[in-house]
């Protein structure tokens, strides 16, 4: 990584050089970290500064406007009230790996990636990664994290699959208002950095421009199920907008999935 103008597949690429075999651990002050060997630097440098609790070395790694969301109502905003959270949270992270990474900007600098760790109490999360390449070093903007679940398994994602459609066909009916209403949980969030949208009534205004002429198709990249009620998704849009988008699937109490995150560039 000699300037930031490397791209940020560049920047996965050399983070992914000299790895130790699948199994072997990563040497910690304090906490042993196991990684495969396509995990790159970047992610184990981000979980040796949680588990050592160093405040400004967690702050490092995110931008100085990322956004964290922490539980369905709960969203810490900025780089240090993110490594305070952390700075506070002490479950140590023993084993990460990367399940999925893909460029979503190359011209802003900007991958999609989800990630997997275990912590030392046995418990497995998933999580979901907005990276940006920023003089030379790859720092988050955004991240959600789930605890995964041995259910996931069971989920049919058929059922995803027909909502997603429904987004698709609603989006190209031109009215923001009956897709928003029909896809989002009462609580959804949209970033599209910038300050971020909640609830339907502010999403159905951000959306208003599918009102005219607006046509999208949704093709899914990787559908992650974390556990019985949340999924996520990284996908290609293609149509009036074609960049990536993720989405955060949530299972309703009526056993619908709705939209609980959307985001794109």
């Not at 990563?26 to 060997?37: C, D, F, L, P, Y």
């Not at 305070?84 to 023993?94: A, C, F, G, P, Q």
């Not at 290609?236 to 989405?247: A, D, E, F, T």
């Amino acid at each position: 990584m000699k300037t930031v103008i490397l791209p940020f597949v560049i920047l996965f690429i050399i983070g992914c050089k000299q790895q130790p075999n699948k199994g072997e651990n990563v040497s910690n002050s304090k906490t042993e970290i196991v990684r495969t060997k396509k995990v790159p630097d970047y992610i184990v440098d981000w979980a040796n500064a949680i588990n050592n609790s160093d405040i400004h070395t967690i702050e490092k790694n995110y931008a100085s406007n990322a956004i964290k969301i922490v539980s369905e109502d709960g969203i810490i905003e900025s780089s240090l009230q993110i490594a305070k959270y952390y700075e506070i949270e002490r479950e140590k992270i023993t084993s990460i790996e990367s399940l999925f990474n893909v460029e979503a900007s190359k011209d802003k600098r900007i991958n999609y990636e989800l990630i997997r760790y275990e912590t030392e109490g046995l418990k497995e999360y998933v999580q979901i990664v907005i990276w940006r390449l920023e003089n030379g070093q790859a720092i988050r903007e955004f991240e959600f994290t789930e605890r995964s679940g041995p259910e996931a398994v069971k989920v049919d994602t058929n059922a995803i699959a027909d909502r997603r459609k429904l987004w698709i066909d609603l989006c190209n009916a031109n009215n923001s208002e009956n897709l928003v209403k029909q896809l989002y949980s009462p609580n959804t969030i949209y970033f599209n950095h910038k300050p971020i949208v909640k609830g339907l009534e502010n999403l159905i205004k951000e959306y208003d421009y599918m009102n005219n002429n607006y046509t999208l198709n949704l093709q899914p990249m990787k559908l992650e199920v974390v556990n019985a009620n949340v999924a996520y998704e990284i996908g290609q849009c293609s149509g009036s907008y074609n960049g990536k988008y993720i989405l955060v699937w949530q299972r309703q109490s009526d056993g619908n999935w709705k939209i609980h995150i959307d985001s794109n560039i």
